[in-house]
């Protein structure tokens, strides 16, 4: 008895446990097919004890998406926290982090990227909201980039939400092919984003735009 009491943890490192395991399982097999047989083995604990902390397969896997996504949006927070540089440089600094995380995160990145957004609701309106904070971070840096540009770029409000859409869904779509193809870095993808999108928005904030023939 003194044996098990010894190898009793405290029920947030338990929780911690199944939710990592739930993410790989959720990961590898998608929502429908994910058995809670299978992350109970994972995790290390009776799947009894997995219903009894986290009640339900749907409010677990609401659990791995709401935890996933807040660790993203605080890693790319802690990327420009305190940065005091141009919006370029910040924007830059966010987009290192997303790709950083999401490489460092393969799995998580997968349940965020592709599992949550193809189950319908409830899930797919958690994922929604993530992207809605990294899209409103990303439109203000280009707010500031156009409010900071020599002789006042004229950049409207529109401009600057469909432009944030755009740099986040391709940031999106890059983090997968990145961590699907062997040798890409984190870096490298940030910079392929950074030189393709950076380099549009330069000549938008000259307001030199290109319209068709």
């Known amino acids: 008895m003194g044996g098990a009491k010894g190898r009793r943890l405290p029920r947030a490192v338990r929780e911690r446990q199944m939710l990592d395991a739930a993410v790989r399982s ?27 902390y986290l009640n339900s397969k749907e409010e677990l896997f609401t659990s791995v998406i709401r935890r996933e996504a807040a660790a993203l949006l605080d890693a790319v927070a802690a990327g420009v926290e305190g940065c005091g540089h141009p919006p370029d440089e910040r924007l830059w600094a966010g987009l290192l982090a ?34 809605d904070e ?12 156009a409010r900071e540009a020599e002789g006042g770029a004229v950049v409207t409000g529109r401009d600057v939400e469909a432009l944030a859409q755009a740099l986040v869904g391709s940031a999106e779509s890059l983090a997968s092919w990145a961590n699907e193809t062997p040798g890409v870095t984190a870096k490298e ?25």
């Open 26 to 52: 959720f990961a590898r097999h998608g929502y429908q097919t994910a058995s809670m047989d299978e992350i109970a083995e994972l995790a290390g604990v009776s799947k009894p004890l997995v219903y009894l």
């Open 98 to 131: 997303f790709f950083s995380h999401a490489a460092e995160h393969p799995d998580a990145w997968v349940v965020l990227s592709r599992q949550a957004r193809t189950q319908g609701e409830p899930f797919a309106g958690e994922v929604a909201r993530m992207r």
């Open 134 to 145: 990294i899209v409103a971070f990303v439109a203000g840096l280009i707010g500031e980039a």
């Open 189 to 213: 993808a940030a910079a392929t984003l950074m030189n393709f999108a950076w380099g549009g928005l330069g000549n938008l904030m000259k307001s030199e735009r290109w319209s068709p023939r």
